[in-house]
């Protein structure tokens, strides 16, 4: 619907803008997000391949250049004959009608295209609340008081990192307990996503609470010290010319005067210029236990669909892979065909299996994890103690199983379905 209607996250009208982060998770091999990209490529998905070739340096993570993955997915949509754009906003749904379906309408669903998907479930829809992190000029960043690292020497070194003694982080800890918010609205019930807290929000869960979430120093080795820092803010790459850095885990809900103020206060940002401020937005999903099926089909209504993070899942990668999965899945119903869902040894299976498995009173989108993929044998985890062998034979197990179901569940060209 943009740009004639936007959101209150969004800032352009331009197709897939990222407005959290733009990262995509770790490429380390054998971890739970690097499997499920790993099926992804396997696939042929091609917003993962527009990623790829947008990547900025992230040490051992896949992160993406914002506007120049956008400009590609923007071409690759209007360069392909059997696509047709219409940029308008969707108000209505037709559960009656012919054609199917696709909703991937992200995290800021319309309130009128919520409501009529209400009507037509007749479920609660749950929302919580998504942050976006501030992004720094480059240019302003004092490079005398900051180094590059990556986090245990895992990948390249292309995090800046912002250390702490200890006195400048019981400033910090105290200026955010201090800090003003922003003002929300009196509809606005603000349960948070506990994947993804404001910094203040975790700040009062206690004093150190910080220091074992987005401002840990494990790893982080200050090659002018050959120590650790107290704690440590990472700055993340942008874009590919290297002028913007995002502050990670950093989404806050300050008013924009009080995080310039408190902000400035990290080591290296005393005289920082901010191209973005942090800002929480209404994440809404449905209730995919009771609505959804494993092939992203709502059971009242098979034939509307539901992908990315309105279906409850969580996470860019993640909403990347239920889109391409609901568009397979959409693809074998055209063809008459019943759609068969993603092998439950797979990532992509795992993923559809909690969100439409999942205990109904408590349910929470999801990250891929290995919480998530079905356990090795008993007697296997007892004669392997090693987590990251264990994390290796699942992966192998996941891959094998996923390549199996692609021959099944894509019988043309691997990468024309995806």
Known sequence: MRPQRSTEAHQT??????VCSNSLKSESENSAPWLLKQEMRAAGCYLLADADATAVPA??????????????????LEQHPNITIHREEVVTLDPRAADLTVLATGPLTSKPLTDALQQITGA???????????????????????????????????????????DEYDAFIDALAHAEQAASKEWENLQYFEGCLPIEETARRGRDTLRFGPMKPAGLTDPRTGRWPYAAVQLRCENLRADSYNLVGFQNHLKFGEQARILRMIPGLEHATFLRYGQIHRNTYIHAPSLLTETLQLRAHPGILIAGQLSGVEGYTESIASGMLAGI?????????????????????????????????????ANITFDLLPPLEEDLRRRIRDKKERHRMQCERALAAWQNWLRIAVPAPVGTSA
Not at 13 to 18: M, P, R
Not at 135 to 163: H, L
């Open 13 to 18: 009208g331009d197709f897939a803008e990222l």
């Open 59 to 76: 040490g051992h993570a896949l992160a993406v250049d914002r506007v120049a993955f956008s400009a590609r997915v923007a071409a690759r």
């Open 124 to 166: 609660e829809h749950l929302a919580f609340y998504d942050s976006i992190s501030p992004i720094v000029d480059a240019s302003t960043i004092d490079m005398e008081k900051v180094y590059f690292a990556a986090r245990w020497d895992k990948g390249s070194a292309d995090y800046i990192n912002c250390p702490f003694t200890k």
């Open 329 to 365: 899945f959409a693809a074998r119903i055209a063809e008459g065909e019943s759609p068969e869902p993603a092998p439950r040894a797979s990532a992509h299976g795992s993923l559809m299996h909690y969100i439409t498995h999942a205990e109904t009173r408590r349910f929470q989108p």
